[in-house]
């Protein structure tokens, strides 16, 4: 099995910045993709940014230039979230896409999820 942290959200100001973090940990896996899901109140939960193993990302519209998603490490990736606006309100989630060596198969996993506020 393979556990999610995330760390790094809280309330921030229009036009402010927060990084966000999350680490896979667990035994017997390789991650592959790894990316950032939200969900605001009374909304579904959309993708915001992906990125593979290699260092590929890609961006939903609305925050493209804005966040940047990187992996730390084969483990880890970072979503660099600058210019917040309030319609960036909403809990974040992480989501690692990784190959289970004992089943031979591929699992989705999430984090727990991280409050990001963006409020005057």
């Known amino acids: 099995q393979v556990q999610l942290v995330e760390s790094g959200g809280g309330l921030v100001q229009p036009g402010g910045s927060l990084r966000l973090s999350c680490a896979a940990s667990g035994r017997n896996f390789r991650i592959n993709d790894m990316s950032w899901y939200r969900q605001a109140p009374g909304k579904q939960r959309e993708l915001v940014a992906a990125v593979t193993r290699g260092g590929s990302a890609n961006y939903v519209d609305s925050v493209q230039g804005r966040f940047t998603i990187s992996r730390d490490n084969a483990n880890t990736v970072t979503l660099q979230m600058n210019s917040l606006k309030p319609e960036d309100t909403a809990v974040y989630y992480c989501?690692?896409?990784?190959?289970?060596?004992?089943?031979?198969?591929?699992?989705?996993?999430w984090g727990q999820g991280t409050q990001v506020t963006v409020s005057s």
């Open positions: 989501n690692a896409d990784a190959y289970l060596y004992a089943f031979m198969n591929y699992q989705a996993y």
